[in-house]
């Protein structure tokens, strides 16, 4: 990694407690100490009940860290999100019914105040993106479960957030449908220059999309270690058959503490 | 059990020919009304009578809802009230409305009115309930205002449910203003039926009303489920054409 | 494991939690309704309530006379309620039954059963007004007792009422079975009779409370609005509009407290018997 780029989020000692249904304390995540920098990919990988999605919706301020600090460009979550600068890609597509997908992606830039004229454009160049043109008339109930998220993906695009937000946002689709949004997402990455932070439970999605994984274990969630993913860029399907990519996927399912998961 | 009666069959049950030809029959029952005419024309009244409360009743009924779920102080105040009032046989309680209010006008819009609210007001509020919290985080992140949570999220969420409450609501309604009709005889179906149950007109009239209020109940929340097509766009849609594949 | 993760990852939203105290969050649902119920009460008794409505105490009359009046008339309001009940309750539970019937009929062959429940939400889209004199009609020669035959009749309307409600949601909890469970019984190769038993009636059993929510207070308004077409005077219903004729308002007004009584009492029984049944089902 270029130690000159800029650091686009930063923690420390980030932790998060909360009270589960008894009312008792759960230490969702302790002691997170991790630098991300502007236009990276990171991988958050782990296990049900390692906090990785608690830490990417502190990033979001969806969630507030009971311990430690988190700044994204020398601001708090909260500055950044009224400033509008985070997409936000759920693990379902998050689409309105009674909206066109076209409607659907034009949702928060009506939020901002878009006009009407800026926001078409906005959204048929964000649909175009995503190959989902032809469909911009079409309501979400009408297309298949990786077109939505396509559509949701657009949407998390409109804005042109400097942060995107993604929680497994793949794994509800099939696997052939997975891997060609792969292809899409990293196209559109290149073209965008965004940061992405991409919570996953696959491994060998986490190593073929960013440039680290950072590998958190549960029971408290922690940061166990960071993988730097020196593939060469861009990624194509067939590197997943070299066997640097498998030492890759080795050394991360190794990194992870308590051993086999 | 029709052969078997000692009484006139018209009364018991007439065959349906002998209704539809009622319905054709030229004969003037009452006036210079035929009995379709007049039973059609005391439906229009009815029903023009029980729209009132009912839009009256759907309105209020939407507008509590909305402010429930704006304020937990409203929700927790009216809430156990939302739920008595639907257990109390408001129907049964028409006479004394008409002697309280003194006016059989105001007595129609006040019971068709709570018999429309309460569906609407609780189908609504459980459509606002039934938000995903995905919608409202992602709401959050983009720092939407409050006033665009409701109007591009919540409202449109509960619209389904809210019609859902229309469609309980306009048969009751219809029912609530039959049965207010007859209280008092100003026209309307009730009040021709109860004349015609005295045998004050043909007893055919009284068929004929039995069928044309089913009907207009059946009629009443159909028509509601065609609204709800003509609003929602995206429900046309659903059958019709095939699912798109990537 | 992922549930719990779902529930760690999603806590309630900030302006939830701010100035959030528990115990006044739950004491308040119970205060503040009871507050408004004596401001109502106050409202009533002061006679406010009586200049707004523009009307009197003789046609409205104060709660203490209503509740006297229900005192010493205890007796016949007693019995007429237990009239009222009778007709509520054998409506609703031979309506429950034949709509229940109906149901696993159209669930077991479709397209004879289909037919039956459309007849049977027919018959409950004729409103009650127009339904009760043809009933009426009907059981004229069922008894030579007045009293007799105004009952059954006045029954077959509550049951005709109770029979769509519960048709059409049982037909939902007998044929909504969840993904792939009718596929494993007939991996199994399991008989009809045993999918049935075994697995369409207890996964009704949720649908037939839901259909008991409404049918239960629209089986009491029923039987009231009947009992005022019936030949025999008599019931909460009926006493309501005859007092009312005799502008004997005070005791028109004891017989409506009793028939809300009987409403709220009907859906607290079925809320306990949901509660204990369901535990054991879910």
Redesign the interface.
Known sequence: MDEKRAVEIRTRNLGVTFKDNQGRDVLALTNVNLEIYKGEFIALLGPSGCGKTTLLRCVADLQQPTEGDLHIQGMTPKEVRLQKKFGFVFQQPVLFDWRTVKKNVELPLEIMGYTKKERSELADEMLEMVGLKDFAKHYPKQLSGGMQQRANIARALGLKPDILLMDEPFSALDEFTKEKLHEDLLRIWRETNKTILFVTHSIQESVFLSDRVCVLSPHPGRLSAVVDIDLPRPRSLDMRDEPHFNELVAKVRNSFEGGSV | MVAGSKRTPENVLPHLHQIIQAVFSGKKVSGDMTAIGLVLSSAGLTLFRALLGFVVGAVSGFILALLMKLSGFVEKLLFPYLMLIQLIPVLGLAPIILSVTGDINVSRVVIAGILSFYPVATNTLSGFKAVEKDKYDLMFVYASKPRELYTKVLIPSSLPYFFTGLKIAAPMAVTASILVDTLQGDGGLGCILSQSLKHAMSIYVFWIIVFVSALIGILSSKVIGWIEIGVSPWKRTGKRSRKVRT | ??A??K?????K??RQRIGENKSWQKA??IV??LA?GLLIVLIWQTELLHSW???DTF??PLMDKIGSIMYDNSDKIWANAVDTLKVAGIGLAAGSLLGYLVAIFAALLPRLGQGSLYVIG?FA???????A??LN??T??VSSDAAVRSMVSKILVVTLICAADMGLNAYRGLTEIKLYSEDMMSIYAAKKRVVLWKLRIPNSIPYVFTALKVSV?AS??TA??SE?FAEKITG??RQ??EN?VLAQ?ST??AY?AT??VI??L??VLLMAAQTILLKRYH
Request: charged share 10%; proline share 11%.
């Open positions: 494991m992922a719990v993760k529930k760690i990852g999603r806590p939203p900030l308040s649902a503040l309704p408004l409505l523009d009307t046609t409205l027919a889209s004729i409103p009650v007004v127009a339904m004199p043809v009609n009907w004229k020669d207070p009491i308004m009231i609005v005022y909460v219903g309501i509009r009312i308002y028109a007004w409506i028939a809300c409403g709220i009907a859906y």
